[in-house]
């Protein structure tokens, strides 16, 4: 049985809660006011690099920039980037990376091990110089290079994308995509525009996430959703390690019997505990402190919330340090949802 697809940024046409930062590339693109390079900044996976490929396909597609000022008053009379036609050309060779005005950076394949390399290094930017931004675009109109996403330039590639951005060639355009505030060089962030995306409104992650990838969205419960932390990309990664079969096993431990949950404690602990299981491990880790922290708002007794806020920074610490010091994981994993079983049975009024 195949895995369920999630949709990539650039096959992706709809882009939800980000009209503000639409709005700020719009106004540049229709004003005639475009910037050579962009930073998209905000936290993973809330639809930085699905934005940039939504303006690749503006420019791209034959919009006239410098098509005069915007309809006045205020923001909203900005026409926002459209969709897209997934039958336009354009689109589908955005899609299929075959568009030649067009060139995205990511970590690429070390071709001596044949594995993804952990990072951008300075032959994937030095090429991109050489290859495509020396090219005069076919249709005499823009060139645009993505970075998806700038965090992962090493220092020589960061200092070879910093030559390009001093001296940008004519009618290239730059768009970094950026997770981490500082993870790119104060030089490079102050050759950009800076366009700041915000995290998500519940039901735009819910939207997002089932415009990329309805069957494994469908999978979903309402914990899935509130640990996305207003990430649809967060979500869906949460989905794909198996978080909400592992939130049924967590509740059935904090739910079930003593002797029960001690042996549904330990399957889950032998379950997660393998090194191959480091994305479940720390799911269940998020999943007892969301348990943990909801006993904190929620209980009207002070000393419960006190000792509810002490078990959160243990368990947390211990499942960090775990995995930084290569720890038996079992008895973290074992120890954690017994303590919040315990600590769940309490009165919760006084």
């Known amino acids: 049985m195949s895995e369920p697809e999630i949709k990539r940024p650039e096959e992706t046409l709809r882009l939800f809660g980000q009209d503000a930062a639409q709005a ?9 006011k475009l910037a050579n390079a962009w930073l998209l900044c905000g936290a993973e996976g809330i639809g930085k690099a699905t934005l940039a490929f939504r303006f690749t396909r503006t420019v791209l597609g034959g919009a006239p920039d410098g098509a005069g000022n915007p309809p006045l008053p ?3 009379a900005v026409p926002l980037l459209s969709d897209g036609d997934p039958s336009d050309q354009v689109s589908r060779n955005i899609a299929s ?3 030649p005005n067009l060139r995205v950076i990511r970590r690429s394949v070390n071709p001596k091990s044949g594995k993804t390399r952990s990072e ?25 290079l993505i970075i998806d996403p700038a965090d992962d330039l090493n220092a020589s590639a960061a200092n070879a994308l910093l030559k390009i951005l001093e001296e940008p060639p004519y009618k290239a355009l730059f768009l970094l995509v950026n997770h981490r505030h500082g993870a790119v060089i104060p030089t490079i ?31 979903a419960n309402n914990v899935v959703w509130e ?32 002797d029960r949950s001690r042996v549904d404690a330990l399957d889950l602990a032998e379950a997660v505990a393998r090194s191959d299981q480091a994305a479940s491990y720390r799911i269940v880790g998020d999943l007892l402190g969301h348990r943990i922290a909801a006993v904190a708002r929620e209980t009207s ?17 211990r499942f960090r340090q775990a995995e930084a010091l290569n720890l038996d994981r079992r008895h973290v994993v074992y120890y954690s949802a017994i303590s919040t079983r315990d600590l769940l049975r309490r009165p919760s009024t006084p």
């Open 74 to 76: 205020g923001m909203s």
């Open 301 to 317: 007794v002070a000393c419960h919330r006190r000792d509810a806020a002490i078990l959160w920074s243990e368990l947390d610490h």
């Open 227 to 258: 640990l996305s932390m207003g990430s649809p990309g967060r979500a869906l990664r949460l989905l794909e390690a198996g978080a909400a079969d592992l939130d049924r096993r967590v509740s059935a431990i904090l739910d079930g019997s003593e």
């Open 97 to 99: 990376g075959a568009h």
């Open 24 to 32: 700020v590339l719009s106004t540049a693109w229709w004003s005639g």
């Open 120 to 144: 951008i290094v300075v032959d994937d930017v030095q090429d991109a110089k050489e290859q495509f931004l020396t090219r005069t675009a076919t249709d005499g109109g823009w060139r645009i």
């Open 189 to 219: 962030r102050s050759r950009c525009q800076s366009v700041v995306l915000s995290v998500l409104a519940d039901t735009d992650v819910r939207y997002a996430a089932e415009e990329a990838a309805p069957v494994l969205a469908g999978k």
